[in-house]
């Protein structure tokens, strides 16, 4: 049988690999994605659907990246997943000094009168201004993921739409979950997940 799925976490989210740039991973959440798939059912559910005739583009995608640079390519995949620290600032323990500000590499962070003020819309929620700050007044309000769906190259390539949110490890797990039975449920011989996805949209998998 041929592999149905593939998965893929970036060098920077492996263990003992060093990245400048990444947030942590655990070092078997891979395995964790690839036992989710499994018990989903999809790769019994692809060999009858398509047999002999399944084809490398049918291949479910997971590509995970442990900082917003996307070394794995998480926005083309059929899910993308890319760690995330949405950073709070401890105005009280601020010094006023811009290393955060200079080490943001979105211009998300601007110092004014003396405090740190943040722009949400531009913030990718990487962490490095926590990293930069010498008093240790930023930290993680919540750490996890940011989740983006439906990405594809082919004849009609588009980038993944990114879920609503920030989510745990374990919430991502049952999110590749419910859109692998989105896929299955609303299948259509040989299309795949990305084309589907255009239509249903990620509502029903945010559903309880």
Request: some cysteine; proline content about 4%.
């Amino acid at each position: 049988m041929k592999e149905k799925y593939s998965v893929e976490v970036c060098r920077g989210g492996k263990g003992g690999v060093q990245c400048h740039f990444a947030l942590f991973v655990s070092e078997d959440f891979a395995a964790k994605i690839e036992k989710t798939i499994e018990k989903s059912g999809w790769p019994d559910f692809a060999e009858e659907q398509m047999g002999e005739k399944f084809r490398g583009h049918n291949v479910f995608k997971v590509r995970a990246a442990a900082c917003p640079n996307g070394c794995t390519r998480p926005h083309i995949a059929d899910i993308g997943l890319i760690r995330a620290c949405v950073p709070v600032f401890e105005h009280s323990q601020c010094i006023g000094c811009g290393e955060c500000a200079s080490a943001c590499p979105d211009d998300a962070l601007n110092i004014v009168d003396g405090r740190v003020v943040i722009t949400r819309e531009k913030c990718l929620v990487c962490g490095q201004c926590l990293e930069a700050c010498p008093v240790e007044a930023v930290s993680c309000a919540r750490s996890g993921w940011r989740v983006l769906m439906g990405g594809r190259l082919g004849r009609h390539p588009r980038l993944g739409s990114e879920l609503p949110g920030v989510y745990t490890s374990e919430e991502v797990l049952e999110l590749i979950e419910k859109a692998l039975a989105l896929y299955m449920n609303n299948y259509e011989y040989g299309k795949r997940f990305g084309l589907i996805f255009d239509k249903t949209g990620y509502e029903p998998i945010l559903e309880d």
